[in-house]
């Protein structure tokens, strides 16, 4: 099931729209103002978003960027719906990395057609990844190195899932924190280290020599899906 996160002010409206969209079959969750909505499709990970711009307290562009800057949102397809009109307000929207553009008044199944079209593009996403004998089943929460299960807590889960999803890709560690323990914490960059370091513990075979969680100096931690022929390679 797919699912949408609606962020609208106006109450009929969002009651309109998540009584079809549930009626359609999508799953939607949501919130009438923009404070906390970058957070909200951290902590729900919707397959599509809605935002409507004139927001009475936040500027549904400015959300927009946000989600657009952020490693784990910045994928997810966004559709303003909003009453500004103008061509200049479409193109803005459109070059701020929105995917569509619709103007109110407007056909909720016109809007439903749309929404079909996004996910009719969209594969399949991966629930089982892999790397080398490293293997993490999203559905079951489990993480296997070769016929071993491993024992991570949520949050070790959910650090070693997202770098696994984006292997190759040099994080910060404010990324990090950002991706993993969202927005409203009380952690400090340590604590990405220190998470690595437990990572490190349980899925290397030489955890002071790491060959899946790799440090780049001075940059951050990236993942590393080919640890096997990268060994190979160094021996050779």
């Known amino acids: 099931m797919k699912k949408i996160v609606l962020i609208e002010d106006d109450s009929d409206l969002f009651s309109l729209l998540k009584y079809n969209l549930e009626k359609e079959g999508f799953a939607m969750v949501g919130s009438q103002t923009g404070k906390g909505a970058i957070e909200l499709c951290r902590r729900e990970r919707p397959d599509l978003i809605i935002l409507d711009i004139m927001l009475p307290d936040s500027d549904g562009l400015d959300i927009c960027k946000g989600i657009r800057a952020h490693a784990e949102l910045a994928h997810i397809p966004v559709i303003f ?21 619709i103007v109110k008044p407007f ?3 016109e809007l439903i057609a749309r929404i079909k079209i996004h996910f009719r593009g969209q594969a399949a996403p991966t629930k089982v990844l892999k790397a080398g004998t490293l293997e993490l089943d999203k559905n079951s929460c489990r993480v296997r190195l070769g016929t071993e299960d491993l024992s991570l807590t949520a949050t070790e889960f959910r650090l070693l899932e997202f770098l696994m999803s984006r292997p190759g890709v040099v994080f910060s560690r404010e990324q990090l924190l950002d991706a993993v323990w969202g927005h409203d914490r009380a952690v400090t960059d340590r604590t990405v280290d220190v998470y690595i370091l437990r990572l490190r ?26 640890p096997l022929a990268a060994q190979a390679m160094s021996n050779a």
């Not at 719906?81 to 553009?101: F, H």
């Not at 790799?214 to 993942?223: A, C, N, P, Q």
């Open 81 to 101: 719906l909003t009453a500004r009109a103008s061509e200049t307000d479409r193109i803005v929207g459109l070059e701020l990395g929105a995917n569509d553009y």
């Open 107 to 109: 056909f909720v199944r």
């Open 201 to 226: 513990q349980k899925i290397e075979a030489m955890p002071d020599s790491p060959s899946f969680i790799r440090s780049v100096r001075g940059f951050g931690y990236s993942f590393n899906s080919e």
